[in-house]
């Protein structure tokens, strides 16, 4: 493809994206240039963006925590502001490294793509990495993200899990559906056509899941270890009472900079 060509297609490629909406036409302009093959298929691949599918889906790929990874249609998009999740999670596990000398435990529950167990194992090589999803699709995409590094289980939460550990996990990490149910509709299009229902319904009150994870977390963390998931800034004070409530020792974390929250709980060491 010639220079002109490409920038008369960029040219192009912008204007479309532009009329329906698109935020940042110009980066994704060139991201799809960057991906597409053939002008054939950037054709496709400018349509199935045109018509509302995620960029996430039509790449294959959603950049995360300076890792490519890949998101299979039909599986929740990994958003930037849980990159503060990862981190968090992170931190906690080097902190359990340190504090034993030992690999520590770590389990990505509702991990969708696997997003955040890639990053921390990148972060962190070494740990014990177990990820969780009820979604077939989820599992399969999360399998070709941590391949080796990590184990992927199918299955409800717990259910998913290995009897083994019990009791054993150093970090729990968790980024359940939040949304409430009836807040659902006056999600991106993009959110709420081409993502699963269960990955984004959070119950009445957008806290049913997180009351199912935390109500089992004192039975599965390991003395001391953390239970930690994402939510909103107004939501927070109450999954801080549910953590309570579970017999955790929890406090919120909060990033400006990613408009992210997450609430933290630790179960106690006695």
């Not at 435990?105 to 793509?113: E, M, P, R, T």
């Not at 107004?234 to 990613?258: C, K, Y």
Request: proline share 6%; glycine share 8%; with cysteine.
């Amino acid at each position: 493809m010639s220079l002109a060509l490409s920038h008369l297609s960029a040219s192009a490629i912008v204007a479309r994206l532009r009329a329906v909406g698109c935020v940042f036409a110009e980066d994704e302009a060139d991201l799809l240039l960057s991906a597409g093959a053939s002008p054939v298929e950037l054709a496709a691949m400018v349509d199935r963006r045109v018509a509302g599918l995620p960029l996430e889906h039509v790449l294959g790929w959603a950049e995360f925590c300076g890792l490519r990874i890949a998101v299979d249609p039909g599986v929740f998009v990994p958003r930037r502001r849980t990159m503060f999740l990862a981190r968090e999670a992170t931190d906690l596990a080097r902190e359990a490294a340190d504090a034993t000398a030992a690999r520590p435990v770590v389990v990505d529950l509702c991990c969708g793509s696997g997003a955040v167990g890639a990053a921390l194992v990148t972060a962190l090589p070494g740990v014990e990495l177990h990820a969780a999803d009820i979604e077939p699709d989820a599992v399969r995409c999360a399998r070709r993200n941590l391949g080796p590094s990590g184990e992927v289980h199918e299955g409800d939460l717990y259910a998913a899990l290995p009897a083994t550990l019990r009791g054993r996990i150093d970090v729990l990490v968790c980024n359940a559906p939040y949304v409430p149910t009836d807040e659902i509709g006056f999600l991106p299009p993009e959110a709420r056509l081409h993502e699963p229902h269960v990955t984004l319904d959070g119950g009445s009150d957008g806290l049913d899941v997180q009351r199912r994870v935390a109500a089992g977390a004192v039975e599965w963390l390991a003395p001391g270890g953390h239970l930690l998931v994402e939510t909103s800034e107004d939501q927070a004070p109450r999954t801080l009472d549910v953590f309570t409530a579970a017999g955790l020792v929890s406090r919120i974390a909060t990033s400006e900079e990613l408009y992210a929250t997450v609430v933290i709980g630790t179960r106690p060491r006695t």
